[in-house]
């Protein structure tokens, strides 16, 4: 997936969701700020309220997009159901786009009204999504391939070129000069790393040509940000595993409660538009 078309699929689904929230808000906001003890009188009740047509419909059409999207990634993700069709990573923020989305409508099912089991549900699902926010941080910020498998630490350092030899022979720059470029590159904090503009001059002076200190700064830039990579990879992947703790607990906390809470809807006859 082109650069240019990830970036309209990542927006298309913020705005969803941001479209629905301030739709949902504007439909029912009379509802919603009106006063628990008086919402009875309301004359949408029938209609807003956790187990009328639209309310209870925002919840069964919330869990079902949470669900759909825990299991489509989990199972991809462990068996590769979907095959080479789909990348893992553009999976992962289809399963982060339902686990938002359906949280949302799951919180104007409750109409804003916490109570019992429910809360518990609804608490877990809190820290899930938030939690959910601080996993794609820490996912990101893991070296991947393209089709979004994490890379090792020896994969990450065979990516490096040997910069010394391509300055010395490609360009013959003495050992000083390439010195000031393995200092860009480093990521230890050090009061000789030269800035860019210092990188062009040297390259000027010693007569490279414009469309090859292009070439050269892209490929340091490239190296130092390499280097970045190899600097947090083993950090973010016990980050990662310290995740996974947090995380999954209190998504089964959540599965649990809203199966419970649906099994108990239905034995009490809420059958929504079945």
Do not use: D
Request: glycine content about 6%; charged content about 20%; overall charge positive.
């Amino acid at each position: 997936m082109k650069k240019s078309v990830h970036n309209l699929y990542i927006a298309t689904m913020v705005s969803i969701v941001v479209i629905v929230t301030i739709y949902l808000a504007y439909t029912g906001y009379s509802f919603y700020t009106t006063p628990l003890e008086e919402r009875f009188y309301h004359p949408r009740y029938n209609w807003f309220k956790a187990s009328g047509n639209y309310g209870q419909g925002l919840g069964v059409v919330g869990t079902f997009l949470i669900i759909f999207g825990v299991f489509i990634y989990i199972l991809h993700k462990r068996y590769n159901i979907l095959g080479k069709w789909v990348r893992l990573k553009y999976l992962l923020e289809f399963h982060i786009f339902l686990c938002t989305l359906g949280p949302i409508l799951v919180l104007f099912h409750t109409t804003f009204k916490f109570g019992g089991i429910v809360s518990v549900a609804f608490w877990s699902m809190i820290a899930v999504v938030a939690s959910g926010v601080v996993g794609r941080f820490i996912y990101i910020q893991i070296p991947r391939t393209i089709e979004g498998r994490a890379l090792s630490l020896n994969e990450v350092q065979n990516m490096k070129t040997n910069i010394t030899e391509v300055l010395e022979e490609k360009y013959s720059l003495n050992q000083q000069t390439i010195q000031l470029f393995l200092n860009f590159t480093s990521i230890e904090k050090t009061e000789k790393r030269p800035s860019v503009s210092t990188l062009q001059k040297l390259l000027r002076e010693n007569n490279v040509s414009k469309e090859e200190r292009h070439s050269i700064l892209k490929k340091i830039k490239e190296e130092r940000s390499l280097s970045r990579k190899i600097g947090r990879l083993e950090m973010m992947k016990t980050w990662f595993k310290y995740w996974h703790v947090a995380h999954m607990p209190f998504a089964l906390i959540m599965l649990v409660v809203v199966i419970i809470h649906v099994i108990v809807a239905f034995t009490f006859g809420y059958k929504w538009i079945f």
